[in-house]
C-alpha cells in the first residue's frame, strides 16, 4: 500500500523535472502513469476474481462433499436393491418350484379323473343305448298293443252303433207304417193337417246313417243289414209321397233354394269353383213341394 502512495509522489516529482528537461519524457511519464491506473485495475479485478473463486472454491467443495453423500446413499440402496432382488429371485424360484409341483400334481390328478370321466361316460351310453333299445322295443310293442286296442274298441263301437241303428230302423219303419194309416185317415178327412215331423226326423236318420256308413269298413258286422234296412225304410218313406235331394257333392250355386252352414277352404279345388261337401239336414220334398231347405257345408277355392 505503501509502494502505491510513493510510486504517483515520486512520479509526480519526476514528471516535474522532467518537464523542465524534456517533452518527451514527459509523454513518457503520462503513459506510465497510464499504464498503472490500468495495472490498479487489473489487480483490483483479480483481486475480486481470487474472491469469486474462493467462493466457488467453497461451493466446489460443498458440492463434492454432497455429491460424496449421495455416492453414499447410492451404494447403500443398489446394496439394498441387490438383497431384495437376491430375496426375490429366491422367492420366485420357491413359488415356480411349488407351481410346477403343483401342475404337475393337477395334471396328474386331470388325467386321472379325466380317465374316469370317460369311463363313467362309456358307461352311461352304453346303459343308455341298452335303455333305449329296450324302450323302443316296449314302445313299439306298446305302440302295438294300443293301436290294436283303439282298432278293436272302434270296431266295437261302430258294431254297437250299427246295432243301435238296425233297431231304429225297425222303430223307424214301423213309425212309418202307422204314419202311413195315419195319412189314410186324413185323406178321408180333408179338414186335418198333415204332421210332417215324423217324416223329417226319418230323413235325418237316414242322412246320418249314411254319413257313418261311408266311414266304416265294408266288411264290419252287421252293415249289410243295416244298408239293406236303410233302403227298406226309403222305398216305405218314398210310398209315402216324401222324397230326400241328394245334394252332396254337387256345385253349388247361390240361387239353390239351401242353407249355407259353413264355408271351407280348400286349394285342392280350382279356383271359384264351389261344392257342397257335406250335408247337416237334407232338402225334403212331400208330392213334389218343399217342406225342409237343407242345411250344408260348401268347400271352395
Known sequence: MKKTILIPI???????????????????????????????????????????????????EN???QIDSLKIETNKNVQNIQAIANDLGT???????????????????????????????????????????????RIATSKTDVETQIKNTKKSLEEESIKLDSKLIEVLDTQLKLKQEEKQIVSANSNIEIDHSLAL?????????????SKMDEETKGLK??????ERIQANFASNGYETVNLLNRDYDERM?????????????????????????????????????????????
Not at 97 to 124: C, E, H, P, Q
Not at 225 to 230: A, D, R, S
Open 201 to 213: 226326423k226319418v230323413a235325418d236318420e237316414i242322412v246320418r246313417m249314411q254319413k257313418n256308413i
Open 257 to 301: 233354394n239351401i242353407d249355407v252352414i259353413n264355408f271351407i277352404t280348400d286349394e285342392n279345388l280350382t279356383e271359384g269353383r264351389k261344392i257342397i261337401t257335406s250335408v247337416v239336414k237334407p232338402q225334403v220334398n212331400y208330392n213334389g213341394v218343399l217342406i225342409q231347405r237343407a242345411q250344408v257345408d260348401v268347400s271352395q277355392n
Open 225 to 230: 243289414p243295416l244298408v239293406k234296412g236303410i
Open 10 to 60: 515520486l512520479l509526480c516529482a519526476t514528471t516535474i523535472f522532467a518537464q523542465e528537461k524534456n517533452p518527451d519524457l514527459q509523454k513518457q511519464q503520462q503513459e506510465i502513469v497510464s499504464l498503472n491506473q490500468k495495472l490498479n485495475n487489473q489487480q483490483a479485478i483479480i483481486s475480486q476474481q481470487k474472491n469469486e473463486l474462493a467462493k466457488l472454491s467453497a461451493k466446489t
Open 91 to 137: 422367492k420366485i424360484q420357491q413359488t415356480e418350484t411349488t407351481a410346477k409341483d403343483s401342475i404337475s400334481k393337477l395334471d396328474k390328478d386331470v388325467n386321472t379323473n379325466r380317465l374316469y370321466w370317460i369311463i363313467a361316460t362309456l358307461i352311461t351310453l352304453l346303459l343308455g343305448g341298452v335303455l333305449y333299445w329296450l324302450l323302443g322295443k
Open 63 to 65: 458440492q463434492n462433499k
